[in-house]
């Protein structure tokens, strides 16, 4: 893995499939154009159709999961659609925008030398050799294949083969595998994937943070849902390594056996029924989608079957209160559940707001708005998400402005304390999570000198986070010495400590030894609603960070790109990812070596940071 990381620069936009639920509240603005070359696709079960951009107006009908739905106009965070002959509103945080190309044109062929069904075989030299799903290091893990095991050939690109096995397809590192000319057809490709039971009372316990369910047993099947870690589902049968499993619903679906840990459950796998909350009734599977503010529909007003309702996910825990205080030019924002709350938060700008998320809390009677009419704030609005469940507070601030989070000592009450940002504070008061890229067994990328990439990226945080902790930053980090962190867990700890900003630093690496540069990354993808909505703010402070980082080190600007690295995808808030110079390249591995040069680099980076929260 070390050997390959040098390749993670030039491979980027992988597609890891999966949706994180969206984002919303942008204040409704003006309709703007049609959007004649653009479909939204629904991405949940069942979507209300409305007869204007709100969820007061009337539902005019309803959509299923899938559907595409051609966009004529956008209205804010709603899209006017055409379904049938009539145009209908949908909600756009509970939809994908994808662009579509003209009726004519052709589907457009996949880069590298076409050799579907080239009649060669790629056999696998080493043990456990991942498939990934695209030409790259930097792509998700598709797959597992043994050693000895033979693959079609479908296409190459460069160094990447992409190969076809029993119950999956995608690419693997050419140096990695023997390609035979000799046509091989073996059974395992081309019978058919038979499921074969599992022993009764085994579970399936989920090891990472928003694992996608399939509705089969492969990658190239739809996503079925997503699971959170440490959950554990009832299994049903195996195919190869995939695992069917029982969801909390009822309603099946596979998962990547490489993902997860089966252990036995003896007690029995039937769910247990939940309690029925107090009033207003639990969601219906009439309708799973969420729309802000609104409360679950009962089953006698959808006309569902009690025992189907039994089988939907009951949050534990109530909301109580909201209570809004002001004092003082300080805006209190109490909110109480009556269990343990279990919450994460962060700014959006344009327009300034402030997202609370509070997980497997119910809304009970909470208002859809809740009018605050403070100096700082307007108002606050909620919603909810079904499936895990989570319910969501958004404070709309009338001006930017600092949100300071406590959670009581029984961790029933979260506090939010809202003031006016001075800008002479600058960095004063925030949190800040810094990420030194690698560390322990994955070294990195290495300079032709051995200069080790880990330990560049090591000092350089270190140098970052005493200039931030003296400028009266509170700073966490991924790891403070030579130790490995798996990338969901540096994103699952950042996300649990509602950071303001999240800053991963490498240093770069490329076959080419003559390239150099500078460059930063951030990642807001439209088809990513949670990240979407931060665009602006992901790429003003990767702009702020990579301004100084060239004026101060005087190498290559390479500039602001995206890149979907795992740490920008599944971070919560604004991050970036520094890549300050080429490890790979003999120069800049002698400037990576030495202390000014990383001196420089800490100084610069903080500069960016003081900038991004300045406004600049």
Same mark, same amino acid.
Do not use: C
């Given at each position: ?29 003006? !309709? ?53 002959? @009539? ?10 925008? @994808?662009?579509? %190309? ?146 909390? !619903? ?15 459950? %003896?007690?029995?796998?039937?769910? &247990?029924?939940?309690?029925?909350? $107090? ?25 569902? $079957? ?6 939907? !996910? ?42 609370? !998320? ?8 909470? %208002? ?79 300079? &032709?000198?051995?200069?080790? =990439? ?41 996300? =649990? ?81 520094? =890549?300050?110079?080429?490890? $790979?390249?003999?120069? =800049? ?28």
């Amino acid at each position: 893995m070390i050997l390959n990381l040098i390749y993670k620069r030039f491979f980027r936009y992988a597609v890891l499939a999966g949706l994180v639920f969206s984002i919303m509240f942008n204040p409704v603005g003006v !309709n703007q154009p049609a959007y004649a070359t653009q479909v939204v696709i629904v991405n949940v079960d069942k979507l209300n159709l409305r007869s204007g951009p709100d969820t007061n107006t009337a539902m005019m009908g309803q959509a299923t999961k899938g559907t595409k739905l051609p966009v004529l106009a956008k209205n804010g965070d709603w899209y006017k659609v055409q379904i049938g002959g @009539k145009t209908a509103w949908a909600a756009g945080w509970l939809v994908s925008v @994808k662009d579509t %190309p003209g009726k004519s044109a052709p589907a457009k062929a996949p880069e590298g030398t076409p050799a579907v069904n080239s009649g060669k075989v790629a056999v696998v030299k080493g043990d456990n050799l991942n498939i990934r799903s695209g030409p790259g290091t930097t792509y998700g893990i598709a797959g597992k294949v043994k050693k000895g095991d033979r693959l079609t050939v479908l296409t190459q690109k460069g160094d990447w083969i992409k190969v076809q096995g029993a119950n999956v397809t995608g690419w693997v590192a050419s140096w990695l595998v023997a390609v035979e000319n000799k046509p091989t057809a073996p059974a395992s490709v081309t019978s058919p994937t038979i499921a074969k039971p599992a022993p009764a009372g085994q579970v399936v316990v989920i090891n990472s943070d928003n694992l996608n369910l399939r509705s089969g047993p492969g990658t190239s099947h739809s996503v079925a849902g997503q699971v959170s870690r440490g959950i554990r589902l009832p299994i049903i049968s195996r195919s190869g390594q995939w695992l069917q499993v029982r969801q909390a !619903n009822g309603s099946t679906a596979w998962v990547a056996g490489w993902l997860v840990s089966v252990v036995d459950q %003896p007690e029995p796998l039937e769910p &247990q029924k939940p309690q029925q909350p $107090s009033q207003p009734s639990q969601p219906s599977t009439e309708d799973n989608s969420w729309l802000p503010g609104l409360t679950p529909a009962s089953s006698e007003q959808t006309g569902g $079957s009690s025992d189907t309702e039994e089988n939907k !996910n009951v949050p534990k825990a109530k909301l109580v209160d909201i209570e809004v205080k002001e004092k003082e030019d300080h805006t209190y924002i109490n909110i109480v559940s009556d269990k343990k709350i279990n919450y994460n938060t962060f700014p959006l700008s344009s327009p300034s707001r402030y997202v609370v !998320n509070l997980s497997d809390v119910y809304l009970d009677n909470t %208002p859809e708005t809740i009018s605050a009419n403070t100096e700082l704030v307007g108002q606050i609005r909620t919603g909810y998400n079904q499936d895990p469940y989570y319910s969501r507070l958004v404070v709309d601030l009338k001006e930017r402005a600092r949100v300071k989070v406590s959670l009581s000592e029984d961790k029933k009450s979260l506090t939010l304390d809202i003031s006016k940002i001075s800008y002479s504070d600058g960095i004063k008061g925030k949190t800040v999570f810094l990420d030194a890229g690698h560390g322990g067994h994955d070294g990195g990328a290495s300079g &032709q000198n051995g200069l080790k =990439e880990k330990d560049v990226n090591l000092d350089i945080t270190l140098k970052v986070a005493e200039l931030l902790r003296k400028q009266g930053a509170n700073v966490f980090l991924s790891r403070s010495d030579d130790k490995f962190v798996d990338l969901y867990e540096i994103t699952r700890l950042a996300n =649990e400590q509602s950071t303001d900003i999240f800053v991963s630093i490498h240093s770069n690496a490329n076959l080419n030894r003559s390239i150099d540069g500078t460059s930063t990354y951030y990642y807001a993808p439209n088809n990513m609603p949670n990240l979407y909505e931060q665009k602006d703010d992901r790429y003003r402070l990767a702009r702020n960070v990579q301004n100084e980082l060239t004026a101060a080190l005087g190498r290559r600007d390479i500039g602001v790109l995206q890149a979907n690295f795992a740490v920008l995808r599944t971070s919560m808030m604004p991050s970036i990812l520094i =890549e300050t110079a080429f490890i $790979s390249n003999s120069d =800049e591995e002698a400037l990576l070596s030495s202390e000014d040069f990383r001196e420089k680099a800490a100084e610069a980076i903080v500069k960016g940071i003081n900038a991004y929260f300045y406004g600049q």
